[in-house]
Each structure stands twice: as C-alpha cells, then as structure tokens.
C-alpha cells in the first residue's frame, strides 16, 4: 500500500517560499523583514509567517534582533572566510568518502550534473547553473554514506547557496568554476583521489584566486 501524503501547512510553504527568496537572492543579505509584508506578499495571515521565521533562524539564514526586529542573515568578511573554511574540511572529507564508499554513483551523477552544467551556459541560463553548482557539491555527501556528515554540512549549505548565487555570478568566476567541476568529474572518473581533491581545493580555498577573495576582500 502507498503512504498517503500529506499536504504541506502554510508554515511550511511559507519557510519555502522565504528561503528561496533569501537563496536566490531575491531579499538582500541584512535586509529587514517584516512579518506584515511577507503574509501580505504570500497572501496569508501573520501566524504562519511568524513560525516559518523561527524556523529560519534556526537554520541561520534569519537573524532576530530584540528591539530591532528579524533581518536576513549577513556575514562580516571574517565569517565568510571561516565558512570557507569549514567547507574545505567537510567537502574534502566527503568526497573522499564517496569516492571510497559509491565510486560508480559519485562519478554517474558528477558527470549528468556536468552535462546539465553545459546546457545551463549555452542557454547562458546563469541562475540555473549555480542551482547545479550547488547540488554538484551535494552529491559528495549523498554518496559518502555518512549521514553525520551531511548533517553538518546542511548546517552550512544554505548559506553557501545563498553566497553562491550573489559571488558567483561573475565572468571569470563562472569560467573557473566550470572548468575545475569538469576537471574533478573526470578526476573521480579515473579513481583519483588525491587528484580529486587537490582540485577541490583549489576550487574553493580563499587564498587561491576563487571569489572569496571578493568577499573577504583578500589579496594573493
């Protein structure tokens, strides 16, 4: 027998909804927001849009002042570093998991995710191709077979996304980040590990030219 599925509340549509705005790009980072203009926006009363932002602050991506009120999250230029950072150590860890644990998967959804990527740049669909950048970097921990790891990394990933599609749109960004997810693919394609990872490294380390030297205002 199939489970019945249960439709979704309107907190939790409207979490949806908020995050992607957040995600996308559509609020801006340290931007105030009011519960009155979001159920005006969505159409639904203040309740489930007081509750959907208390979700959301959990998850970081709200931050709510006493006395001010809740604005989207936003990170000092140290903070974007120290993210990098925890990225490095947990990407690193995983895709040496994956490649270790689902080899054969790692490199089947590297490789469609890279196919997809080529479509996304001809169709010069920019929008479409961080989407893929950041479920390129999901699939690590989908394949590592440690679902601690992915847990911590979902602490983060929200807000890498949301960096993601306002750093990352750049020209010169988008060249290297294409060429380098290639170059990984057919890194985990040969079974080398530590070819691999020395790529990601360079892929996202903020002292090697990536666009977190934008952010973190770094100098080579």
Same mark, same amino acid.
């Given at each position: 027998?199939? *489970?019945?599925?249960?439709?979704?509340?309107? !907190?939790?549509?409207?979490?949806?909804?908020?995050?992607?705005?957040?995600?996308?790009?559509?609020?801006?980072?340290?931007?105030?927001?009011?519960?009155?203009?979001v159920a005006t926006e969505l159409g639904v009363s203040r309740t489930?849009?007081?509750?959907?932002?208390?979700?959301?602050?959990?998850?970081?991506?709200?931050?709510?002042?006493?006395?001010?009120?809740?604005?989207?999250?936003?990170?000092? *230029?140290?903070?974007? %570093?120290?993210?990098?950072? %925890?990225?490095?150590?947990?990407?690193? !860890?995983?895709?040496?998991?994956?490649?270790?644990?689902?080899?054969? !998967?790692?490199?089947?959804?590297?490789?469609a995710c890279v196919s997809e990527m080529t479509l996304a740049r001809?169709?010069?669909?920019?929008?479409?191709?961080?989407?893929?950048?950041?479920?390129?970097?999901?699939?690590?921990?989908?394949?590592?077979?440690?679902?601690?790891?992915?847990?911590?990394?979902?602490?983060?990933?929200?807000?890498?996304?949301?960096?993601?599609?306002?750093?990352?749109?750049?020209?010169?960004?988008?060249?290297?980040?294409?060429?380098?997810?290639?170059?990984?693919?057919?890194?985990?394609?040969?079974?080398?590990?530590?070819?691999?990872?020395?790529?990601?490294?360079?892929?996202?380390?903020?002292?090697?030219?990536?666009?977190?030297?934008?952010?973190?205002?770094?100098?080579?």
């Open positions: 027998m199939k *489970p019945l599925e249960r439709p979704k509340s309107l !907190t939790e549509l409207v979490t949806e909804s908020l995050r992607e705005w957040i995600v996308s790009g559509k609020l801006d980072l340290g931007e105030h927001l009011s519960e009155v203009r489930p849009v007081r509750e959907a932002m208390n979700r959301l602050e959990m998850e970081g991506l709200l931050n709510v002042e006493p006395q001010r009120g809740t604005f989207v999250f936003c990170l000092a *230029p140290e903070e974007i %570093a120290m993210l990098c950072d %925890a990225r490095v150590c947990l990407e690193t !860890t995983a895709l040496r998991a994956a490649i270790q644990n689902n080899p054969k !998967t790692l490199q089947k959804k590297l490789d001809q169709k010069e669909d920019v929008s479409e191709y961080l989407a893929l950048d950041t479920e390129f970097h999901q699939h690590f921990f989908d394949c590592s077979g440690n679902r601690f790891l992915d847990d911590a990394y979902q602490a983060i990933a929200q807000k890498m996304a949301s960096l993601r599609n306002r750093l990352g749109r750049h020209p010169d960004h988008m060249d290297k980040s294409y060429r380098e997810h290639i170059e990984l693919a057919e890194a985990v394609g040969k079974n080398d590990t530590e070819g691999a990872l020395a790529i990601l490294r360079l892929h996202i380390d903020r002292k090697e030219g990536s666009y977190w030297n934008v952010a973190t205002k770094e100098v080579d």
